[in-house]
T-cell receptor, first 117, second 114 residues
């Protein structure tokens, strides 16, 4: 069975601080994909990044960076110099592809980030 | 492009009433999904569709029915609403050029069943 654990339920940081959101996953499959989504207070889900199981390169996009480590089954997300607009719930998701087109998607329970001005 | 849209945005039902949630996408996506989001539980898949005229059950299908008569629309029905179906419902779609494409989500429908 697949599982995604986001142990941090809520995090509060002061603006300009760096913050890391943890994501630990479990799967027996060797091919899988990991995603991060952002859910701002307005409620919509915004795609941030995907990573496949064969690509352990870390990625940086502006103030956002992701650290994928298969050895620890983790896909952590760091926001550098946080801003109030980063306040949101962040979801990590594990996706197993299937030839029938069905993506077995397992979402974590989310981490609510509050950035205090 | 409007992307994925959902109608209505909010709804309050009484126990036993029925309703249909409409999801529409204008990206010509093959695959569409209905999720529910409950506090502390992330998103759970209700039903999904891999193409026009097809539907299949997800993790939590009981109490819901779906239909995909047109490629761009995916309807979620509640025949007899129960308080346990109070939730935020998200529709999503994805393209068919690879199994790892991200899902695009609609804005959500907040449903309260009294």
């Amino acid at each position: 069975a697949q599982k995604v654990t986001q142990a941090q339920t809520e995090i509060s940081v002061v603006e300009k601080e760096d913050v890391t959101l943890d994501c630990v996953y479990e799967t027996r499959d060797t091919t899988y994909y990991l995603f991060w989504y952002k859910q701002p207070p307005s409620g919509e889900l915004v795609f941030l990044i995907r990573r496949n199981s064969f690509d352990e390169q870390n990625e940086i996009s502006g103030r956002y960076s992701w650290n994928f480590q298969k050895s620890t089954s983790s896909f952590n997300f760091t926001i550098t110099a946080s801003q109030v607009v980063d306040s949101a719930v962040y979801f990590c998701a594990l996706i197993l592809p299937n030839s029938g087109g069905y993506q077995k998607v397992t979402f974590g329970t989310g981490t609510k980030l509050q950035v205090i001005p | 492009n409007a992307g994925v849209t959902q109608t209505p945005k909010f709804r309050v039902l009484k126990t036993g009433q029925s309703m249909t949630l409409l999801c529409a996408q204008d990206m010509n996506h093959e695959y569409m999904y209905w999720y529910r989001q409950d506090p502390g539980m992330g998103l759970r898949l209700i039903h999904y569709s891999v193409g026009e005229g097809t539907t299949a059950k997800g993790e939590v299908p009981d109490g819901y029915n779906v239909s995909r008569l047109k490629k761009q629309n995916f309807l979620l029905g509640l025949e007899s609403a129960a308080p346990s179906q109070t939730s935020v419902y998200f529709c999503a779609s994805r393209g068919n050029s690879g199994t790892y494409n991200e899902q695009f989500f609609g804005p959500g429908t907040r449903l309260t069943v009294l």
